[in-house]
């Protein structure tokens, strides 16, 4: 069993967050980055799990550049095989996927997992996007997984409901709560990290489909009213009179 | 033109109708495509909303991305669509990055708001602690739109359905079963949601919590730990790592408002907060606070509620 797993990184969720070049661009300075919670909670923990009771390899691939090393080591202590970095900025969700098939074309892999979104811009769009360009079947938003021989069944989340869904191998995957639990890194791991293979590629061109033109943060919310909790018919008046929500 | 496409397999939800009055504002020529078996009759009515006009595939089942995808393009493509349009929601996500890579079109994916002037659009980033306006490079552009952001509106009359045929390959994905929880508001959807935490002490306490949901007729939500110690379900955990929402009312009850949990409710339009600790972080992102123990201000709270629906029926 071949298991790519794509890691992506996201700033830690109590960084601040704010923008410099006039809006333009993130400011990355002293932000904590973490491996993206979906890729590495959910989908490289399945993928190790999967590659222990099925043997087989495990390997990681980040669009990203050398600053990304930091997390590749991270997501190899955890126990994934091998990393691969293509060496780009990622512009946007199709150049990374571009970067990702190129690559996955020539792996012969079983099975490519994703997260079901990055933290960061939310997008939910690359583990589509590669599996068009691989033409490979997809399910999205899946919770649970598991592989019989040449078959996989798999759990996704829909509207309020769940649904249990049978696919063959290869396929693309993207997984969110419910897949996995957390692994915490141990000594052996960390130290095993350090000499596992990490490899760099140098990125393809490829067409830019979107941009992000400018960035904003919302305006703060006005002070709270505060109301007495003795008095919720007053509570229930202002949700009607002046929120207009009920 | 504008090609929207809808599930509608699973009902018709009111997201669809957000999607298609989003569509409307773009373009008036509004062509809704999808696949299934809802009946001309139920389909129709998505005119009111702009359609002008319905294509259903029958021998679809709507599930499979792949074969989705192929559908949606080669009508794209046919009708010469400008803008292909989703709802943001589970089939969205599937099918929109797909289609954007066979029409080689830019996806703004989770769309909040109509084009600015300059065409780029609005979305949600870094958890919904920033806003990102997002430009489409190429010819075509694909939009997939985030529930409860645009009203739906009625803007004309039921439309004609018409069926369409054609080979979109076989389905690589087969569906087993769908469970679906009885008689519960679906979380995403819902405009009015009662969320509460580890404030409520334990599973048993929760009697008061759907008592106020149900009187307002709004779903129930929880904060993480709840859900991991298996006092509520999975499906009911918002946050960074859960669900994101944005309804027009969220009511936090015994939540202290980490930031993980705000990252998934602060998109909401009014929060109201209660908490004993009047220092509890969530204060800081409420427009209405209460501070008091839950077990005393909540069956007042659902009484208020109660008697308020009664004089207003
Ligand atoms: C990477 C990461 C991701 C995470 N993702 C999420 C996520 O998606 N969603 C999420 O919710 N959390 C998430 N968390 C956890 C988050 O940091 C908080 O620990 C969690 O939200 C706290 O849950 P809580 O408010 O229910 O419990 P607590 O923090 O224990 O707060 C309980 C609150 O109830 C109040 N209270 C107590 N008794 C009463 C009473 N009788 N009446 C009224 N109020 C009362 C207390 O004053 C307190 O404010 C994440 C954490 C990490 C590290
Ligand atoms: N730069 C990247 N490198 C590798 N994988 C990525 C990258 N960006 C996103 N991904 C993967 O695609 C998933 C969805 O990302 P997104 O489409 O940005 O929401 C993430 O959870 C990752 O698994």
Redesign the interface.
């Known amino acids: 069993m071949k298991i790519l797993v794509c890691i992506s990184k996201s700033p830690d969720t109590t960084s601040k967050i704010s923008f410099i070049q006039d809006n333009k661009v993130f400011d990355e300075n002293g932000v904590q980055f973490i491996v993206n919670p979906y890729d590495e909670w959910y989908a490289l923990v399945r993928a190790l799990e999967l590659k222990e009771t099925l043997g087989g390899q495990v390997s990681i691939i980040t669009v990203g550049t050398a600053n990304d090393d930091a997390i590749m080591r991270k997501a190899l202590a955890i126990g994934a095989d091998e990393a691969i970095r293509i060496d780009a900025e990622p512009k946007d969700a199709y150049f990374t996927a571009c970067q990702i098939a190129n690559f996955a074309k020539e792996g012969s892999f079983d099975l490519i997992l994703t997260g079901k979104e990055t933290i960061n811009y939310n997008g939910s769009q690359v583990g589509g996007m590669l599996s068009e360009i691989l033409d490979l079947p997809f399910v999205s938003l899946a919770s649970r997984l598991e592989v019989n021989g040449n078959t996989v069944s798999v759990e996704r989340e829909i509207a309020g409901g769940i649904q249990v869904i049978e696919a063959n191998l290869p396929l693309v995957i993207s997984c969110s709560k419910g897949m996995a639990e957390q692994r915490i890194p141990n000594m052996r791991g960390i130290m095993a990290a350090r000499t596992k293979p990490l490899q760099v590629i140098s990125p393809i061109s490829t067409d830019d489909l979107t941009s992000y033109v400018l960035f904003n943060t919302p305006s703060s919310k006005a002070a709270v009213k505060m109301i007495d909790a003795s008095n919720m018919d007053e509570l229930v008046q202002l949700l009607h009179n002046e929120a207009k929500v009920i | 033109m504008v090609l929207v496409y809808i599930t509608t397999q699973?009902g018709i939800?009111k997201s669809a109708l957000e999607t298609v009055s989003y569509a409307r504002k773009l373009n008036e020529q509004v062509v809704v495509i999808t696949c299934g078996s809802a009946s001309a009759n139920e389909l129709e009515i998505l005119g009111k909303y702009g359609a002008k006009s319905i294509l259903v595939n029958r021998t679809i089942d709507g599930?499979?991305?792949?074969q989705l995808?192929r559908l949606i393009s080669s009508f794209a493509l046919s009708l010469k669509a400008e803008t292909v349009m989703f709802s943001?929601?589970?089939i969205g996500?599937?099918?929109?990055?797909?289609v954007?890579?066979?029409l080689?079109?830019?996806?703004?994916?989770?769309a909040i708001s109509l084009p600015e002037t300059?065409g780029?659009i609005k979305?949600?980033?870094?958890?919904?602690?920033?806003?990102?306006?997002?430009?489409?490079?190429?010819p075509v552009r694909i939009i997939s739109l985030l529930p409860n952001s645009v009203a739906p509106e009625i803007t004309g009359v039921n439309c004609a359905v018409e069926e369409i045929t054609g080979d979109f390959g076989a389905a690589?994905?087969?569906?087993?079963?769908?469970?679906?929880?009885e008689g519960?508001?679906?979380?995403?959807?819902a405009?009015?949601v009662v969320s509460a935490g580890r404030g409520m002490k334990g599973p048993e306490n929760w009697g008061m919590i759907e008592g106020l949901a149900k009187a307002?007729g709004a779903a129930t939500a929880c904060s993480r730990p709840v859900a991991d110690i298996g006092w509520r379900p999975?499906?009911e955990?918002v946050g960074?790592?859960?669900v994101?929402i944005r309804p027009?009312?969220y009511i936090a009850i015994g939540i202290s408002g980490a930031?993980?949990h705000l990252?998934g409710v602060n998109g909401s339009?009014?929060i109201?907060?209660v908490n004993t600790d009047k220092e509890a972080p969530f204060?800081?992102?409420?427009?209405?606070?209460?501070?008091?123990?839950a077990f005393?201000?909540i069956p007042?709270?659902t009484?208020?509620?109660l008697?308020?629906n009664a004089e207003n029926n």
């Open positions: 699973h939800a599930e499979d991305s792949q995808a943001h929601d589970f996500k599937g099918v929109a990055p797909r954007s890579v066979r080689k079109a830019g996806l703004v994916s989770g300059d780029s979305i949600n980033v870094f958890s919904g602690k920033a806003i990102a306006f997002v430009k489409v490079n190429s690589a994905i087969k569906v087993l079963s769908t469970k679906k929880p519960d508001i679906a979380l995403p959807e405009e009015l307002l999975h499906h955990h960074q790592t859960g994101a027009n009312l930031i993980q990252a339009k009014v109201v907060v204060f800081k992102a409420a427009d209405y606070g209460v501070i008091g123990d005393d201000v007042r709270l009484e208020a509620v008697k308020f």
